[in-house]
C-alpha cells in the first residue's frame, strides 16, 4: 500500500510562486505514475497534472499549461508540482495521488486513499 502526504502550499499573491511536494511510502510507489489533483470549494475534484515513472512523460490541463511543471525524483519518492504565475483561479486544496498510467489520472482514477491535501489561496 502506498500512502501520500502533500505539503508546500500557502496564501500567494496574484502572479506569485509555490512548489508543492508530494511525499510517497513504499517500495513501488516510483513504479507508479503521479498525478496532482485540486478541488476548489463548491467543485468536483479535478485532475491538474501529470508524470509517468520511467520515462518522465508529462500531462497537463490547458489552465495549468505553461505555468505549472511536474517533476519527480524516484530516488526520493517525491514528486512535486512548481506553480508560476499563479491566478486566483488556481485556489484549491490539491492532492497528489497515484495509478498505473497518466492517462487513467487524467480520467480521474486513483489507486490509493486520498490524503490531507494542501491549501493554495491565491490572493487578487
Known amino acids: 500500500q502506498v500512502q501520500l502526504v502533500e505539503s508546500g502550499g500557502g496564501l500567494v499573491q496574484t502572479g506569485g510562486s509555490l512548489r508543492l511536494s508530494c511525499a510517497g511510502s513504499g517500495r513501488t510507489f516510483s513504479s507508479y505514475a503521479v498525478g496532482w489533483f485540486r478541488q476548489a470549494p463548491g467543485t468536483e475534484r479535478e485532475f491538474v497534472a501529470a508524470?509517468?515513472?520511467?520515462?518522465?512523460?508529462?500531462t497537463y490541463i490547458d489552465a495549468v499549461k505553461g505555468r505549472f511543471t511536474i517533476s519527480r525524483d524516484n530516488a526520493k519518492n517525491m514528486v512535486y508540482l512548481q506553480m508560476n504565475s499563479l491566478k486566483p483561479e488556481d485556489t484549491a486544496v490539491y492532492y497528489c495521488?497515484?495509478?498505473?498510467?497518466?492517462?487513467?489520472?487524467?480520467?480521474?482514477?486513483?489507486?490509493?486513499?486520498w490524503g490531507q491535501g494542501t491549501q493554495v489561496t491565491v490572493s487578487s
Open positions: 495521488n497515484a495509478e498505473a498510467t497518466t492517462q487513467l489520472l487524467r480520467q480521474g482514477s486513483a489507486s490509493f486513499r
Open positions: 508524470i509517468s515513472w520511467s520515462p518522465s512523460i508529462t
